[in-house]
T-cell receptor
Framework: GENVEQHPSTLSVQEGDSAVIKCTYS??????FPWYKQELGKRPQLIID?????GEKKDQRIAVTLNKTAKHFSLHITETQPEDSAVYFC?????????????FGGGTRVLVKP | DTEVTQTPKHLVMGMTNKKSLKCEQH?????MYWYKQKAKKPPELMFV???????INESVPSRFSPECPNSSLLNLHLHALQPEDSALYLC??????????????FGPGTRLTVL
C-alpha cells in the first residue's frame, strides 16, 4: 500500500517568515495530494490540494508543489501569522486498488512565534 | 450544507458498556469513513463505506462495529472496549473514488474515554 513520510515533525518560525513542509510518497499511481490543517481540539480541514496533472498550485499565502518523478510534494506558507500555528498533515491515496483510502503523513506541528 | 456532524461530542464509558457514535452529512457524498486519532498522531483509518457498502475494514477489532443505515448516516457501535481505545473518533465523507477523488470533509469528532 501507499506510504507517506512527512518532514519535519516540528517547525518553529518567526512571524512573517516562510514555512516549508515536505512529504514523499511511495505509490507512483497516487494522483491526488491534499494538505490538512488541524488546530488544537478541532477537526482536520483541507487547506489546499493538488492533482497529478499539475506541478504547482497557489492560494493566497499557501502553495503546494508536486514532483511526480521524485514522488514528493511540499507545502509552502509565506508571511506566516500566529493563526497558522497548527498541525499540518499531507496525504496520498495510492493506486486504484486502495479504493477510497487516504494515507496520511505523520504530521508537522508548526509554531509561529509573534 | 457543507458540514459533517457527529454526536456525542464527548463520551465516557466503562469496559462493559455498549454505546454508539453517530455521524451525518447532507452533501450527497457516497463515501463515508471512520478514523481513530490519538494525541499528536495522524488520523488512522478504521472503516470505509462506499455506496452504503463496507469497502474497507483496516483489521479493526470486532468490538467496533460500523453501520451505514443510508447514504447520509454512519454509526459506530462500541462494545467491551479497552482503555487503549480512548481517542478522538473522526467521521469523514467524500465522493467515491470512481468519480473524481475529492476532498474528505471531517466531522468535529467524538472524544471517547474508556474507564
Amino acid at each position: 500500500g501507499e506510504n507517506v513520510e512527512q518532514h519535519p515533525s516540528t517547525l518553529s518560525v518567526q512571524e512573517g517568515d516562510s514555512a516549508v513542509i515536505k512529504c514523499t510518497y511511495s505509490d507512483s499511481a497516487s494522483n491526488y495530494f491534499p494538505w490538512y490543517k488541524q488546530e488544537l481540539g478541532k477537526r482536520p480541514q483541507l487547506i489546499i490540494d493538488i492533482r497529478s496533472n499539475v506541478g504547482e498550485k497557489k492560494d493566497q499565502r499557501i502553495a503546494v508543489t508536486l514532483n511526480k518523478t521524485a514522488k514528493h510534494f511540499s507545502l509552502h506558507i509565506t508571511e506566516t501569522q500566529p493563526e497558522d500555528s497548527a498541525v499540518y498533515f499531507c496525504a496520498a491515496p495510492g493506486g486504484k486498488a486502495a479504493g477510497n483510502k487516504l494515507t496520511f503523513g505523520g504530521g508537522t506541528r508548526v509554531l509561529v512565534k509573534p | 450544507d457543507t458540514e459533517v456532524t457527529q454526536t456525542p461530542k464527548h463520551l465516557v464509558m466503562g469496559m462493559t458498556n455498549k454505546k454508539s457514535l453517530k455521524c451525518e452529512q447532507h452533501m450527497g457524498h457516497r463515501a463515508m469513513y471512520w478514523y481513530k486519532q490519538k494525541a499528536k498522531k495522524p488520523p488512522e483509518l478504521m472503516f470505509v463505506y462506499s455506496y452504503e457498502k463496507l469497502s474497507i475494514n483496516e483489521s479493526v477489532p470486532s468490538r467496533f462495529s460500523p453501520e451505514c443505515p443510508n447514504s447520509s448516516l454512519l454509526n459506530l457501535h462500541l462494545h467491551a472496549l479497552q482503555p487503549e481505545d480512548s481517542a478522538l473518533y473522526l467521521c469523514a465523507s467524500s465522493q467515491p473514488r470512481d468519480r473524481v477523488h475529492n476532498e474528505q470533509f471531517f466531522g468535529p469528532g467524538t472524544r471517547l474515554t474508556v474507564l
